[in-house]
């Protein structure tokens, strides 16, 4: 049986790194991803960017406010669908 990893990443106004961390997720050899985006009330261009990753089976989606953050982590923990839940910060760049 293979397990999921649910790989959480919150992010503001993260335009310039976005991408960049999404795609080191989604490289990883490990195929069984659940992956939370959580938006923190961007107002940069950082919404569009996440947008093309949607489709992305296994990417979800989930639209923050900058008080509830942490609130928003731990409620999407509660839902996560892996038996491993990580956190990425928006700078990462996660090696395969």
Do not use: W
């Not at 992956?35 to 569009?48: A, R, V």
């Amino acid at each position: 049986m293979t397990h999921i990893v649910s790989v959480i990443i919150p992010f503001f106004n993260a335009q310039k790194t976005l991408e960049r961390c999404i795609t080191s997720v989604i490289q990883q050899s490990y195929r069984q991803l659940d992956i939370i985006l959580i938006n923190d009330g961007s107002t940069d261009n950082s919404e569009n960017i996440y947008k093309d990753y949607l489709n992305i089976k296994g990417i979800n989606n989930i639209k923050g406010r900058i008080y509830r953050v942490l609130e928003t982590i731990i409620e999407r923990i509660k839902e996560a669908a892996g038996i491993l839940i990580i956190t990425a910060d928006i700078g990462a760049n996660i090696k395969k």
